[in-house]
């Protein structure tokens, strides 16, 4: 995940980014219009993570196809491993027991998609000796451990950045005055842009901001992973044992009105560089979509990048409207994973042809 490794794929998330917007406007053209973007959003993210974890030349697009439905059943069932960790009890309830073995279903086929994946890394001629998969194999951990943490990495990465940018275009559908804003920054003004590249994204100050107001509002992990303690501690009086899960409120802290002004509302401009004489110790402290000191998340600059990059071109190339009258149905739907409870519907129409729908 260090800057090197991220920087040699520069050239094939641009790319891919584009071919996805093209599959959106063949598909918007024969739907009408209307377009439900999590369709498509997913698979750019597994394959830059496959090329993390096998290297450069991953394209196998059956594993692409095959993991991403597996992501979505294990973040459907992390509701109820929480209430697991919270309350043990649980697991003893009969009701629940199908939930248990369905967990037990849906790890076989876990490690019989990785471990193809792992069998055709060893059985290569050249295989790659920077990437994740090397360095595991080369520290000698047990198979089911390194099955473990290649499908992690593509569980906390997939479903959270493709759920930040359906979150991000709902948002700017609701504020099409901070959509419009954007697309001049994203566009150059008044040049159009075929692509906009990586190297764009990160000199994007307003992009940059509305990204962080959208990982503000609607955090990935609304409470965080889980932690344990290791030892017997205290934290403002309280005695913590030894092993106790440690769950973190990050929804409540991003939402705190003693910290956030109009906290319920989409304001990006609370990120911009010209406003950071007036944000706060407190502010900064308060901001943790992605956790905070040793235990940071790891993909926190490959994550952020991914969904500046996509909602860019996205914005650049379509404007984004409601499919219908009310709008994108924002209620949340919590899991691991703060999703939408209705998946993303939305109409577009081509910046070329601002006054067109695609029909």
Not at 114 to 126: A, M
Not at 328 to 339: E, G, Q, S, V
Request: net charge negative; hydrophobic share 40%.
């Amino acid at each position: 995940m260090n800057p090197s490794a991220i920087s040699t794929q520069t050239l094939s998330q641009e790319n891919e980014v584009i071919a996805m917007t093209q599959t959106i406007q063949e598909q918007a053209m024969i739907n009408g219009g209307i377009i439900r973007p999590l369709v498509y959003i997913p698979h750019n993210t597994i394959r830059v993570v496959g090329r993390l974890c096998f290297g450069p030349d991953f394209n196998n697009e059956g594993f692409v196809i095959g993991i991403d439905p597996l992501i979505d059943d294990v973040i459907n069932l992390s509701g109820l491993a929480r209430f697991s960790d919270a309350f043990p009890f649980i697991r003893y309830i009969p009701g629940l027991w199908g939930s248990f073995r369905q967990a037990t279903e849906i790890l076989d086929r876990v490690m019989s998609i990785l471990q193809s994946e792992i069998t055709h890394y060893q059985s290569s001629k050249s295989p790659c000796t920077t990437c994740y998969l090397h360095f595991l194999l080369s520290h000698g951990y047990p198979m089911e451990t390194i099955i473990s943490i290649l499908f992690e990495m593509f569980l906390l990465s997939v479903d959270s950045t493709s759920s930040t940018i359906a979150w991000a275009l709902a948002f700017l559908i609701r504020n099409p005055e901070i959509q419009q804003k954007l697309f001049k920054e994203v566009s150059g003004g008044d040049e159009k842009r075929e692509r906009v590249t990586v190297y764009q994204v990160n000199k994007m100050s307003y992009l940059q901001a509305g990204v962080n107001e959208v990982f503000r509002m609607k955090p990935i992990a609304p409470l965080a992973i889980p932690h344990k303690t290791v030892k017997d501690t205290t934290l403002k009086g309280l005695k913590i044992d030894k092993g106790t899960a440690v769950i973190v409120n990050i929804y409540a802290v991003h939402h705190d009105p003693k910290v956030w002004d109009h906290p319920e509302q989409f304001m990006p401009e609370r990120f911009l560089n010209e406003n950071a004489r007036n944000v706060s110790v407190a502010m900064e402290q308060s901001f943790l979509p992605f956790g905070a000191g040793m235990r940071i998340c790891a993909g926190m600059d490959l994550g952020k990048l991914q969904v500046g990059l996509t909602l860019a071109n996205l914005i650049n190339k379509f404007e984004w409207v409601a499919a219908d009258g009310d709008g994108p149905n924002m209620t949340d739907d919590y899991t691991a994973i703060l999703r939408m409870k209705e998946p993303l519907v939305a109409g577009i129409k081509l910046r070329t042809n601002l006054g067109t729908t695609l029909s």
